[in-house]
């Protein structure tokens, strides 16, 4: 048929389409969650490890834990003021999230929890302080933050 | 208008030290960017730049969220 009938040049490149794998972008997280006060030492390891094996289960890699103990909460939570605060930074994709905070709704031992994504500046930051380099500028400059 | 003394240039710290992150997790210094209610003060007191500010704001969101700063309070600092 003449070349006028056709509407558009006809694609040459049309191919069947196809299903590339779904690559999730591997991103730093940080999640600093308050486990309740009322538990003894023995439960609330058990409380954090349940949720590194959340992590582990879900193939995230776990950088560190850190644990900042019983701290006086600014306000009552729950009625109560004092909490554990432990703080997870692991590296995963971005379903990781959901699995994670879903499991610390459904456990009545966290009472606060908050996961944020960490971007270059902020890995940077917590690389720094990790390795102890904090201290150091915080002598030579007045208002440098300051390491836990 | 501007008492003669009181011409100390005011400059955004993060800007002037180069730090390029504000972590939530450091009440201490959050401090310094609240008043002693425990509101957030605004950037012309503080000298700090827009940017910073914003995320000054976001970080004291979050460590209030995580009960490290009051929402309210009386006799912060």
Same mark, same amino acid.
Request: glycine share 6%; aromatic share 16%; proline share 0%.
């Given at each position: 048929m003449p070349e006028s009938q056709y509407l558009c040049a006809p694609n040459q490149f049309f191919s069947p389409p196809t299903f590339t794998p779904i690559v999730m972008e591997v991103r730093n997280y940080e999640t600093v969650f308050i486990v309740t006060p009322v538990l003894n030492e023995s439960q609330v390891q058990e409380t954090v490890e349940k949720f590194t094996q959340v992590l582990k289960?879900?193939?995230a890699a776990l950088l560190s834990t850190e644990a900042w103990g019983l701290r006086k909460l600014a306000y009552p939570i729950q009625k109560k003021t004092t909490g @554990? @605060? @432990?703080?997870?930074?692991f590296t995963g994709e971005g379903n990781?999230?959901?699995v994670l905070e879903l499991a610390f709704r459904r456990d009545e031992r966290i009472i606060r929890f908050l996961t944020t994504v960490l971007d270059k500046h902020a890995v940077d930051y917590n690389n720094r302080r990790r390795n102890g380099e904090m201290n150091l500028q915080k002598a030579a400059k007045e208002t440098e933050a300051v390491a836990h | 208008m501007n008492k003669p003394q009181d011409t100390r240039k005011k400059y955004c710290r993060f800007k002037k030290n180069?730090?390029?992150y504000v972590d939530y997790k450091d009440p201490n210094f959050l401090l310094k960017f609240v008043?002693?209610?425990g509101r957030v003060l605004p950037r012309r007191l503080t000298g700090t730049s827009l940017k910073f500010q914003r995320k000054v704001t976001q970080a004291i969101a979050k460590a209030r969220h995580l009960a490290l700063m009051p929402y309210v309070a009386d006799a912060l600092k």
């Open positions: 289960e879900n193939s @554990y @605060y @432990y703080c997870l930074s990781i999230v959901d | 180069g730090i390029k008043n002693e209610q």
